[in-house]
């Protein structure tokens, strides 16, 4: 068994003798997997799964070799452009099914072993984070005047989101999966994989546990913290960079993690007067996430933070508060989430506008906070800290507008076609291929008939004129930034009054199933659930992480009122859609 070294390029010929070190001068991708347990690896299509084993503890598959061809993209064969952002650790990757297929979407060979990793890869479990399988990318490239059989290594992944988008090829619209995959950091093992720890996994005298012993370290640390910890696992990600500045403890830096990110954000000190708390440090890091997600530096010099951040408390500070962009410019150093770089020597309590133009320094949320927030699920966690902290009493909606970040107002988000119009704007080049939400209007009808039109808040079922009525509502948005599945776990049927509750973060689930107020914890009753329709926990969590609902301090549950309910302020809506 041998060692796959990151960017290291190997031959993949119809040669396939492991006993063969090397061909045309690179060594044979066989050779350097050959195994006494696994059956011989395949490269020969774009997804190759290797087959499951029995195993103790459960079937599991070994991997996933993921071989990207970009000397091939936009041609009969290979019509899809996979995206490689390796200086990122980011990487989109398209599914296999293409234009001519006739099955259904998802049950082509590469997607279906796709789709069931996937299940896999986003679970909230350590126990089946465990028994995933790795993805291990490779892209063709060209070596000796040939264009095919040349295959890099780029690491191994996991997949972070899934979508159902339609694409074009010579004008007629087909469907496809989108995968966007993280790239795993290898430099605590030397940039190298070992291929003994993949033989292990087909090993059926070994626990998955047990094959964890050979694994990379970022691959351990996310079996064992999930995808919130992703961002500091990325290959490329800055690994142990402090702040320069010295005004922010180096050590707690380095040592940042999700769960001490939202702590932090809890314990923000703020300036209070007449019991009201200032809004300028919770503002101020909302504005610093909102440059994250659209792709901005992550410092900013004070020039520019001065102008943005003071026309956003202007709009947004609280009435007994002045525009004072530098107090949070400044102060923000205590937080232990923020650089400064460049400006006034000292700790002074106290910094002026005046000072800080002289020397125009940068700050930003430090290294470490920027590359946690990177993830879309502890961003949402960390979005609905600050505003229920901090930020109840504004206008929600105005202010995720304001900021460019429209989506994390509601459950549902906003379509890709509204984001990237508010993100890019209109100047700008598109990808030709057309990405857009895709229902299962069947699905929702299925659901709806399930459940015979009752709301699983309040039990009512509305009659109509010709029947009853309800409405679908999705617990993780389809639409940006949530990018959940279209699926029965992530669904629920409601009333018009509840799914408009629900959308608007106003209601949540909580861990013991219980359907709680979010400005009280008031208890309006439980969920209701019948056999046949499961409803996927990660996706509860996600939405009461909008609410600010699941974050620390919160472990445990409010405590039971009396089974009060109140009259829905939300009048009844007009026509509804099917979801």
Same mark, same amino acid.
């Given at each position: 068994?041998?060692?796959?070294?990151?960017?290291?390029?190997?031959?993949?010929?119809?040669?396939?003798?492991?006993?063969?070190? /090397?061909?045309?001068?690179?060594?044979?991708?066989?050779?350097?997997?050959?195994? +006494?347990?696994?059956?011989?690896?395949?490269?020969?299509?774009?997804?190759?799964?290797?087959?499951?084993?029995?195993?103790?503890?459960?079937?599991?598959?070994?991997?996933?070799?993921?071989?990207?061809?970009?000397?091939?993209?936009?041609?009969?064969?290979?019509?899809?452009?996979?995206?490689?952002?390796? /200086?990122?650790?980011?990487?989109?990757?398209?599914?296999? $099914?293409?234009?001519?297929?006739?099955?259904?979407?998802?049950?082509?060979?590469?997607?279906?072993?796709?789709?069931?990793?996937?299940?896999?890869?986003?679970?909230?479990?350590?126990?089946?984070?465990?028994?995933?399988?790795?993805?291990?990318?490779?892209?063709?490239?060209? %070596?000796?005047?040939?264009?095919?059989?040349?295959?890099?290594?780029?690491?191994?992944?996991?997949?972070?989101?899934?979508?159902?988008?339609? @694409?074009?090829?010579?004008?007629?619209?087909?469907?496809?999966?989108?995968?966007?995959?993280?790239?795993?950091?290898?430099?605590?093992?030397?940039?190298?994989?070992?291929?003994?720890?993949?033989?292990?996994r087909g090993d059926r005298e070994l626990s998955a546990s047990q094959t964890l012993a050979r694994a990379p370290l970022s691959w351990r640390r996310w079996v064992e913290h999930g995808n919130a910890v992703l961002p500091e696992m990325l290959r490329g990600a800055p690994v142990g960079r402090a702040s320069d500045s010295g005004s922010t403890d180096e050590r707690e830096q380095d040592e940042l993690t999700p769960r001490m990110l939202l702590r932090r954000l809890?314990?923000? %000190?703020?300036?209070? @007067?007449?019991?009201?708390?200032?809004?300028?440090?919770?503002?101020?890091?909302?504005?610093?996430?909102?440059?994250?997600?659209?792709?901005?530096?992550?410092?900013?010099?004070?020039?520019?933070?001065? *102008?943005?951040?003071?026309?956003?408390?202007?709009?947004?500070?609280?009435? $007994?508060?002045?525009?004072?962009?530098?107090?949070?410019?400044?102060?923000?150093?205590?937080?232990?989430?923020?650089?400064? $770089?460049?400006?006034?020597?000292? +700790?002074?309590?106290?910094?002026?506008?005046?000072?800080?133009?002289?020397?125009?320094?940068?700050?930003?949320?430090?290294?470490?906070?920027?590359?946690?927030?990177?993830?879309?699920?502890?961003?949402?966690?960390?979005?609905?800290?600050?505003?229920?902290?901090?930020?109840?009493?504004?206008?929600?909606?105005?202010?995720?507008?304001?900021?460019?970040?429209?989506?994390?107002?509601?459950?549902?988000?906003?379509?890709?076609?509204?984001?990237?119009?508010?993100?890019?704007?209109?100047?700008?080049? %598109?990808?030709?291929?057309?990405?857009?939400?895709?229902?299962?209007?069947?699905?929702?009808?299925?659901?709806?008939?399930?459940?015979?039109?009752?709301?699983?808040?309040?039990?009512?079922?509305?009659?109509?004129?010709?029947?009853?009525?309800? /409405?679908?509502?999705?617990?993780?948005?389809?639409?940006?930034?949530? +990018?959940?599945?279209? *699926?029965?776990?992530?669904?629920?049927?409601?009333?018009?009054?509840?799914?408009?509750?629900?959308?608007?973060?106003?209601?949540?689930?909580?861990?013991?199933?219980?359907?709680?107020?979010?400005?009280?914890?008031?208890?309006?009753?439980?969920?209701?659930?019948?056999?046949? $329709?499961?409803?996927?926990?990660?996706?509860?969590?996600?939405?009461?992480?909008?609410?600010?609902?699941?974050?620390?301090?919160?472990?445990?549950?409010?405590?039971?009122?009396?089974?009060? %309910?109140?009259?829905?302020?939300?009048?009844?809506?007009?026509?509804?859609? *099917?979801?």
């Open positions: 068994m041998g060692q796959l070294r990151l960017d290291e390029v190997f031959r993949s010929s119809r040669i396939t003798d492991p006993s063969v070190d /090397e061909i045309d001068g690179y060594p044979n991708i066989h050779y350097v997997t050959a195994s +006494d347990v696994l059956q011989q690896v395949q490269l020969s299509k774009g997804i190759n799964p290797i087959a499951k084993t029995k195993a103790v503890g459960g079937r599991r598959r070994p991997a996933l070799l993921i071989r990207s061809s970009p000397l091939k993209a936009g041609s009969a064969e290979t019509p899809w452009h996979d995206v490689f952002d390796l /200086e990122n650790g980011r990487v989109r990757y398209f599914g296999d $099914h293409r234009v001519e297929h006739t099955v259904p979407v998802g049950t082509t060979q590469g997607n279906a072993a796709l789709l069931d990793t996937w299940a896999s890869h986003r679970s909230t479990t350590e126990q089946e984070r465990c028994s995933a399988p790795p993805l291990l990318l490779f892209r063709t490239v060209p %070596r000796n005047n040939v264009r095919k059989g040349y295959v890099q290594f780029c690491g191994p992944a996991v997949i972070e989101r899934v979508e159902q988008i339609e @694409q074009e090829q010579d004008g007629r619209p087909y469907p496809n999966y989108r995968y966007d995959l993280a790239v795993l950091d290898l430099s605590n093992e030397g940039n190298c994989l070992d291929w003994a720890w993949i033989e292990a809890k314990a923000l %000190r703020v300036h209070q @007067q007449g019991g009201l708390k200032s809004r300028h440090k919770p503002l101020t890091l909302l504005w610093s996430i909102a440059q994250i997600v659209h792709g901005r530096p992550r410092l900013s010099p004070w020039s520019t933070f001065r *102008e943005d951040v003071g026309e956003l408390l202007d709009e947004f500070g609280s009435l $007994h508060s002045s525009r004072t962009p530098e107090y949070p410019f400044w102060h923000l150093r205590t937080s232990g989430l923020w650089e400064l $770089h460049g400006g006034p020597l000292g +700790d002074s309590g106290s910094i002026s506008s005046s000072t800080l133009d002289k020397t125009n320094p940068t700050a930003g949320l430090s290294s470490n906070a920027a590359q946690l927030l990177a993830d879309p699920f502890l961003r949402s966690q960390a979005i609905a800290v600050i505003r229920e902290t901090y930020l109840a009493d504004v206008d929600q909606h105005a202010l995720m507008q304001r900021l460019g970040l429209p989506g994390y107002s509601s459950a549902s988000g906003v379509e890709a076609s509204v984001a990237d119009l508010i993100s890019r704007g209109p100047a700008e080049r %598109r990808d030709a291929t057309v990405s857009k939400i895709v229902r299962d209007t069947p699905m929702v009808r299925r659901a709806k008939g399930m459940h015979a039109d009752h709301c699983q808040v309040c039990g009512i079922q509305l009659a109509t004129r010709f029947g009853t009525y309800s /409405e679908g509502a999705h617990i993780r948005g389809l639409g940006r930034p949530h +990018d959940g599945p279209d *699926e029965m776990a992530n669904l629920l049927v409601l009333c018009p009054n509840h799914h408009v509750q629900f959308d608007a973060l106003a209601i949540y689930v909580d861990t013991a199933g219980d359907v709680r107020y979010t400005a009280d914890d008031g208890r309006i009753g439980e969920l209701r659930r019948i056999p046949g $329709h499961l409803i996927a926990e990660a996706h509860l969590r996600y939405h009461r992480a909008l609410c600010g609902r699941d974050t620390p301090g919160d472990e445990k549950l409010p405590k039971r009122m009396p089974n009060q %309910r109140r009259s829905a302020q939300s009048p009844l809506p007009g026509p509804h859609s *099917e979801a």
